[in-house]
């Protein structure tokens, strides 16, 4: 009697295996996500308890329920995969070279611009390492298709703020081409109202952030006012310490 329960219980830990072949080829991240969800975890366990006395009971059938699971989890992968990477950011280098150079504009406070577009609007971004995402006018992301999550951001005044994030459909800047960029929709007041940050400054857009500068390697020269962009780690090699890059 106790073999037979070892057998099964055997049996529905390698039918259970054979289940979480589809996800492991498909999506590894289900994968992870039922092995640390025990609700998941215990449905799964179930179904694979059930078609291992099945299987004994009588094998053409039992193999039948096995084959009609696995090409239902299959689809199910296949479908998931799908969507998840027509979400997904698509990074494009257009550059026929490792790195491309590119000027830069400094506003009278100090602060560097660079010539980029968003959803194929063109303008000045101001680059800034303290933001942790990437901030467009809110005009240029109005389409509620492209709407991902709430997030709450804290200005440098303390301000805490809470808004929906936004996907746009290409943020161009030089060789670089991002599909998919999730940005942070700015008020426009920030640029009608005397107080906003980029008052009466229309040819200023948006705000590149960690989002898109933990990409890639930026070399600033200061003097000649041009940054070089390199998607290449080795690049940073090539420079001397006092001019170490942002990486």
Same mark, same amino acid.
């Given at each position: /009697?106790?073999?037979?329960?070892?057998?099964?219980?055997?049996?529905?830990?390698?039918?259970?295996?054979?289940?979480?072949?589809?996800?492991?080829?498909?999506?590894?991240?289900?994968?992870?996500?039922?092995?640390?969800?025990?609700?998941?975890?215990? &449905?799964?366990?179930?179904? =694979?308890?059930? +078609?291992?006395?099945?299987? *004994?009971?009588?094998?053409?059938?039992?193999?039948?329920?096995?084959?009609?699971?696995?090409?239902?989890?299959?689809? @199910? /992968? @296949?479908? @998931?995969?799908?969507?998840?990477?027509?979400?997904?950011?698509?990074?494009?280098?257009? =550059? *026929?070279?490792?790195? +491309? /150079?590119?000027?830069?504009?400094?506003?009278?406070?100090?602060?560097?611009?660079?010539?980029?577009?968003?959803?194929?609007?063109?303008?000045?971004?101001?680059?800034?390492?303290?933001?942790?995402?990437?901030?467009?006018?809110?005009?240029? &992301?109005?389409?509620?298709? /492209?709407? &991902? *999550?709430?997030?709450?951001?804290?200005?440098?005044?303390?301000?805490?703020?809470?808004?929906?994030?936004?996907?746009?459909?290409?943020?161009?800047?030089?060789?670089?081409?991002?599909?998919?960029?999730?940005?942070?929709?700015?008020?426009? %007041?920030?640029?009608?109202?005397?107080?906003?940050?980029?008052?009466?400054?229309?040819?200023?857009?948006?705000? %590149?952030?960690?989002?898109?500068?933990?990409?890639?390697?930026?070399?600033?020269?200061?003097?000649?006012?041009?940054?070089?962009?390199?998607?290449?780690?080795?690049?940073? =090699?090539?420079?001397?310490?006092?001019?170490?890059?942002? &990486?």
């Amino acid at each position: /009697m106790q073999k037979k329960i070892i057998d099964r219980f055997l049996l529905a830990l390698l039918i259970f295996g054979i289940f979480l072949i589809p996800p492991a080829i498909f999506n590894l991240s289900f994968v992870r996500f039922l092995l640390t969800n025990i609700p998941y975890l215990a &449905v799964f366990g179930a179904f =694979s308890l059930i +078609f291992s006395f099945t299987l *004994r009971k009588n094998k053409k059938l039992g193999a039948l329920l096995i084959s009609i699971g696995l090409s239902v989890v299959s689809f @199910i /992968m @296949i479908v @998931i995969n799908t969507i998840e990477n027509q979400d997904k950011e698509k990074v494009k280098w257009n =550059s *026929r070279d490792n790195s +491309f /150079m590119i000027d830069f504009v400094v506003g009278r406070k100090g602060h560097i611009y660079l010539k980029a577009s968003v959803n194929d609007t063109t303008g000045l971004f101001l680059f800034d390492t303290g933001a942790g995402i990437s901030i467009v006018n809110e005009k240029f &992301v109005l389409n509620k298709k /492209m709407k &991902v *999550r709430p997030l709450t951001i804290t200005d440098s005044n303390g301000i805490q703020q809470t808004k929906d994030l936004y996907k746009v459909n290409n943020f161009v800047l030089g060789g670089i081409e991002i599909k998919q960029l999730q940005v942070y929709p700015k008020d426009s %007041i920030t640029w009608t109202n005397p107080k906003g940050i980029f008052y009466k400054q229309d040819s200023i857009i948006g705000v %590149i952030g960690n989002n898109v500068i933990s990409k890639f390697i930026w070399d600033f020269d200061l003097t000649n006012k041009h940054v070089t962009i390199s998607k290449s780690k080795n690049y940073c =090699s090539s420079i001397s310490d006092p001019y170490l890059p942002l &990486v």
